[in-house]
């Protein structure tokens, strides 16, 4: 292969990475996010071992309730941001054995690849919001008791 088809080939292999980028910085949002919502439910929990009873303590349980599930939903999220990253990675290595090797990849492979990555980012991103919505009714559930309306 010539030193110019073998550039073209590294440039068209390489213009995934750009979604490849963007998927580790979403997978490393949702893995920072998963540790603040664990250090959170380790916090609540060690409030609760003080408390005796009373309506802090089933708000505390109800907040702990809707981290766990909200830690479930960030631990999805980031195994289908995984998935999108494997599909681009995919795409790359597709598009690179097809111009280095000549080995005649169909194109659609690439692209289909390519189209999985997305769809999986996608749904890792809705996957994300629902977890965002949950995020309001714990913090209203904590505010609730806190501070109660006079």
């Given amino acids: 292969m010539p030193a110019a088809g073998a550039l073209?080939?590294?440039v068209t292999a390489l213009a995934p990475a750009a979604g490849l980028t963007s998927g580790i910085f979403l997978a490393n949002g949702l893995a920072v996010r998963f540790g603040q919502i664990s250090s959170r439910v380790r916090e609540l929990n060690r409030?609760?071992?003080?408390?005796?009873?009373?309506?802090?303590?089933?708000?505390?349980?109800?907040?702990?309730?809707?981290?766990?599930?909200?830690?479930?939903?960030?631990?999805?999220?980031?195994?289908?941001?995984?998935?999108g990253l494997f599909a681009l990675i995919l795409t790359i290595l597709a598009l690179l054995?097809?111009?280095?090797?000549?080995?005649?990849?169909?194109?659609?492979?690439?692209?289909?690849?390519?189209?999985?990555?997305?769809?999986?980012?996608?749904a890792?991103?809705?996957?994300?919001?629902?977890?965002?919505?949950?995020?309001t009714r714990t913090l209203n559930e904590d505010v609730r008791t806190s501070f109660p309306k006079q």
């Fill in 8 to 10: 073209d080939a590294i």
């Fill in 47 to 83: 409030e609760a071992r003080t408390l005796t009873d009373g309506d802090r303590l089933a708000s505390v349980r109800r907040q702990v309730d809707l981290l766990v599930r909200r830690a479930h939903l960030v631990q999805r999220s980031i195994l289908v941001a995984f998935a």
């Fill in 97 to 122: 054995l097809d111009s280095f090797f000549e080995l005649r990849t169909p194109p659609a492979l690439a692209f289909g690849a390519f189209s999985v990555g997305l769809l999986l980012f996608g």
């Fill in 124 to 135: 890792a991103l809705v996957i994300s919001f629902t977890e965002l919505s949950l995020s």
